[in-house]
């Protein structure tokens, strides 16, 4: 681990506004959007007595690391890539790992930030428990991060910019639809949850709202995640290219 | 001390084959010029050096090491500036120079190197608000800042305006004085005359030539060249000391040896014809490389002479 190189990436990360807005405050505005329904805000008993937002906490912080993951993380690799900063830095002795590991802390600063502004509105503004496992609810989402960046760096991996951004979007939205983020897991018909505990994002959401209701359980999930997240790390590792 | 030895060196991607069994060595303290055409080989060669690239065959040693076995001793003590590379856009000339010392066991100050490098009223721009020549110049720090024994400079001057290129000749004069070793990539004849001790120059992925920049200057056959216009175009083919005839318009062209002078200018007395605006040079390190990487100048020199005599 390099840390000059995680602190200039990170200084340059807040440099670009747009990134900043992008990477932070999306996932809370949407769900001050999705608070601002009545409705949402009731208790449901279809879904077990809790209101639609505390369900969607959980979905939204999912969503800001599958963005963040999947668009932005590769999308910024890539660009690297074709403009030959990696090529530069190639010949350098910093190795890939350094480079990998700078670039995925930025993005979970990033991110860690996002999550807080999100449990703060939720909390607040529609009085969303917090975690009341936060333990575990730390854990899960560090294991949901660790996963879907090894994703995104696979997407990297592909080549330019324009052909990682589109993967990414295609990655995106089956597996949001698997996170809940349409159709909350809960009132899905029992093979589609069964379906989406075996994807990446399905399993994710499980493990974080099982965090927020305080309990660990559910090792499924939690060995779906790490199977994922080996296979793409290893895969990314592999296959990185500087140019 | 050998700091570079390079010996058989093959690559080919495809059907084009880029070096072609290219072999040099270079001492310590040298500046060594790669001298060639765009399309050459030149770059290759130097990224094959630099472990960037694998070769197909042959064999090189930097400092001892093999750029691929010993990769990462080897990035150690090369600096390199690469032709085609880049910088995050917001990164500024500081940040950059530190980024990249923390990339090495024993790396420059980057305040240093600011100052050496003239960069120290943009040490806070940003790299996408940098004029060319303050990138090239952060690009030769970025360069030196690892403290390398062996500094590859690939282009070095290109798109530089004249100013800042002499500065930066002074630059590399100054980096070779504290003792790196310097291998410089350039299609410029006066950057490889001025700065290089020695120069290969590479024509279709071999080496055409190997030498110091006068003793190729001097093995090309036309050691002088005479420039004249004339009222009315005469042959001048088949003088003694003559080699080859230009002409272009009424300006005339011939390249000889010493003997080339006296018998031009016996030959124009002769038919009355008085040579204009006349000028005598030394051929130089452009007259070896055009002779050496073009067509050979005789035929040329006879395609130019028979438009004449039409």
């Not at chain 2, 605006?277 to 030394?282: A, H, M, N, T």
Request: proline share 5%; aromatic share 6%; charged share 20%.
């Amino acid at each position: 681990m390099n840390a000059t190189m995680f602190r200039t990436e990170l200084r340059l990360y807040f440099r670009d506004v747009a990134a900043v807005i992008f990477g932070i405050l999306l996932a809370p505005a949407i769900l001050a959007v999705l608070g601002s329904v009545p409705a949402f805000r009731a208790a449901d008993p279809e879904l077990g007595g809790r209101s639609t937002i505390s369900i969607y906490v959980p979905i939204m912080l999912t969503m800001a690391v599958a963005m963040v993951a999947l668009s932005m993380l590769p999308a910024q690799l890539a660009t690297y890539r074709e403009r030959g900063i990696l090529r530069r830095l190639a010949a350098t002795p910093a190795r890939a790992r350094d480079l990998l590991a700078a670039q995925a802390l930025t993005q979970l600063t990033v991110l860690g930030i996002g999550v807080l502004l999100v449990l703060t509105v939720g909390w607040l503004a529609y009085g969303v428990d917090l975690p009341s496992n936060p333990t575990a609810f730390v854990l899960g989402f560090l294991l949901v991060a660790a996963t879907l960046f090894g994703i995104g760096l696979v997407l990297a991996t592909a080549g330019s910019a324009k052909m990682t951004q589109g993967l990414g979007s295609l990655t995106f939205f089956p597996l949001m639809f698997f996170a809940g983020l349409w159709v909350p897991r809960e009132v899905m018909p029992e093979t589609l949850q069964r379906i989406g505990e075996y994807t990446p994002l399905g399993a994710g959401v499980q493990v974080m709202q099982d965090a927020t209701v305080g309990h660990w359980r559910q090792a499924l999930h939690v060995v779906v995640l790490c199977a994922y997240a080996a296979v793409a790390w290893g895969v990314a590792a592999r296959f990185f290219r500087w140019s | 001390m050998t700091v570079l030895e390079v010996l058989n060196l093959h690559k080919r991607y495809g059907e084009r084959i880029a070096v072609d069994d290219v072999s040099f060595s270079v001492e310590r303290g040298e500046i060594f010029g790669i001298l060639g055409r765009n399309g050459a080989g030149k770059t290759t060669t130097v990224e094959c050096v630099g472990g960037l690239r694998t070769p197909d065959r042959g064999d090189i040693r930097v400092l001892g090491l093999d750029p691929q076995r010993d990769r990462d001793r080897l990035r150690r003590i090369l600096g390199m500036q690469l032709q085609e590379s880049a910088l995050q856009d917001r990164i500024t000339v500081r940040e950059a120079l530190q980024l990249f010392a923390s990339f090495y066991p024993d790396p420059a100050r980057p305040e240093q190197l600011i100052d050496d490098l003239g960069l120290a009223g943009s040490a806070n721009t940003a790299y996408a608000k940098l004029s060319g020549g303050q990138k090239q110049r952060l690009s030769i720090a970025l360069a030196l800042v690892g403290n390398p024994r062996l500094a590859i400079l690939d282009e070095l001057t290109t798109g530089l305006d004249p100013q800042a290129r002499r500065d930066t000749w002074q630059l590399i004069s100054d980096i070779r004085d504290r003792g790196v070793t310097i291998l410089l990539v350039t299609h410029f004849m006066d950057e490889a005359e001025r700065l290089c001790d020695r120069v290969a120059v590479i024509h279709d992925g071999r080496i055409a030539a190997l030498d110091t920049p006068a003793g190729l200057a001097a093995k090309v056959a036309t050691g002088q060249v005479l420039t004249f216009r004339l009222a009315r175009p005469v042959p001048l083919d088949g003088l003694p000391g003559v080699t080859a005839v230009t002409a272009d318009g009424d300006r005339f062209t011939v390249r000889g040896n010493d003997e080339a002078l006296p018998a031009v200018v016996a030959e124009l007395a002769r038919q009355g014809l008085s040579p204009l605006g006349l000028r005598v040079e030394q051929s130089t390190l452009d007259d070896a490389f055009v002779q050496l990487t073009a067509q050979t100048s005789a035929s040329t020199a006879s395609a130019s002479t028979d438009g004449v005599t039409r």
